[in-house]
């Protein structure tokens, strides 16, 4: 039976990679919210062994990535956990970095929120999260393929869509992050370094 895959994690995993190798530099530990096939977790931790990895999905979709990660047996990364950002009390107490694509957009609002609560209460302080996805930028979006996609997502469930920067960054002010680094990536998306104050 074919593991669990993700066209689109499998085309932006090099590019992501680039991204993360001058950020994630010093050893610790990372939270990703949102392993979906555990595409993304094999391929970082494989190319990044000073860090341990900790996977975390949504408890209905967390034994998406399993399979995947105990084939790929990587030394540094952990057995997944179930993860409901919007539960006061999380699996993790304590990470350095934390890392999460493309969940801002499938999220509903006040589980971005919570995303964002909950990391300001276990990233130690000063660490980054990186945010992959594409977003919106004053109302406007990056290209007519992300404006179709949102248009997409929002015809699929009424609490999904691509989320506005000027709402993140103020959602970020509230929970104790700044935003260090937009990088523009592939396929109209960008990697959000926000680092804990």
Known sequence: MPLPFSQACENNKAPILAELLPIFVDAGLVLEVGSGTGQH???FAAALPHLRWQPTDHPDSVHNCRERLQVAALPNVAEPLALDV????WPVTYADMAFSANTAHIMCWKEVESMFRGLGRVLRAHGVFCLYGPFRYAGRYTSASNAAFDAALQARAAHMG????????VLARDTGFELEADRAMPANNQLLVWRRY
């Open 41 to 43: 977790a094999a391929h």
């Open 86 to 89: 919007a539960e006061s009390l």
């Open 162 to 169: 691509l989320r506005d920067i000027d709402d993140l960054l």
